[in-house]
């Protein structure tokens, strides 16, 4: 941990060297966010509702995602752009070095630009709470609790899958994109909005339905079964299997070549 948290700090630093350059990406990180956040609000303007949905339910559901999916992209960058430590050979570097592998990658990058994400998930969450009715109680803040941390473990172990793609495949930005540009989108509504076959697949293969569609049935009332309320932490299981593919790519590396 502490040398994560040093290669942070050099992240950080390296990062304000150029400090107009951060703000202006600090400040264009916000205009894109808001893009996402308005697209919603246009939507709400033709519909009161999507299958009982309302807005601020969308927009609760929408802020969890964001930030699990900002958090990564800030602190798990070097898995996120895992193919180009294979591509620059990178990668043959960190398995000489007598550190966990995962740590080593984590520590290769970072990109605290985006934390302007999880700033704005975490307004647009209070904003949503602000107009709905919660009757809050221990199990409902704790419900909240583990639907953010399960948003970050399971892009956490998406990313990991997706690196382990590239042992094979080297480049595998366009596999990625699919399911975590392309998964964070549609999870970015309740999933139960979506058609049958949809939901089984992200309840059962990429569990996104476990961070923020059944513990949100639970947060919002529809639900009173405390199962829902603690669903969140069978993301965990997801992640094991990922972590397992990501060591089964590696002890099949050979290298990209010279």
């Known amino acids: 941990m502490k040398l994560y948290l040093k290669s942070l700090s050099m992240h950080l630093r390296g990062e304000l060297e150029y400090r107009v350059n951060f703000i202006l990406s ?8 808001f893009t996402y956040y308005f697209i ?5 303007t033709k519909f009161d509702h999507i299958k009982g949905f309302t807005l601020y339910e969308v927009l609760l559901c929408f802020s969890i995602i964001q930030f699990g999916f900002s958090f990564n992209e800030v602190f ?3 898995i996120d752009k895992f193919d180009v ?3 620059h050979g990178n990668f043959d570097r960190l398995l000489l070095r007598p550190k966990n592998i995962i740590l080593q990658v984590l520590c290769s990058d970072s990109d605290f630009v985006k934390v302007s994400r999880m700033i704005q998930a975490l307004i647009v969450m209070g ?9 809050w109680n221990l199990f409902r ?4 609790l583990f639907m953010l941390i399960s948003s970050c473990v399971i892009f956490f172990g998406i990313f990991l899958a997706a690196a382990a793609y590239c042992f094979f495949t080297v480049q595998g930005l366009e596999v990625r994109n699919v399911f975590t540009d392309g998964g964070k989108h549609m999870a970015q509504y309740p999933i139960g909005v979506f058609q049958k076959g949809f939901v089984l697949f992200f309840t059962f293969v990429i569990p996104y339905a476990f961070v923020n569609y059944y513990p949100l049935l639970y947060f919002l009332g529809r639900s009173n079964s405390i199962y829902y309320a603690f669903s969140p932490l069978l993301v965990f299981f997801f992640l094991f299997p ?5 060591y089964f790519g590696m002890r099949r590396y050979t290298s990209v070549g010279s």
């Open 26 to 33: 600090f400040l264009s990180q916000i205009f894109v966010f």
């Open 40 to 44: 919603i609000l246009a939507l709400f």
């Open 76 to 78: 798990a960058r070097g």
């Open 85 to 87: 430590l294979i591509i």
């Open 127 to 135: 904003i949503a709470l602000i107009h709905l009715e919660i009757s």
């Open 141 to 144: 803040i704790l419900c909240l």
């Open 242 to 246: 990922c972590i397992l593919l990501f």
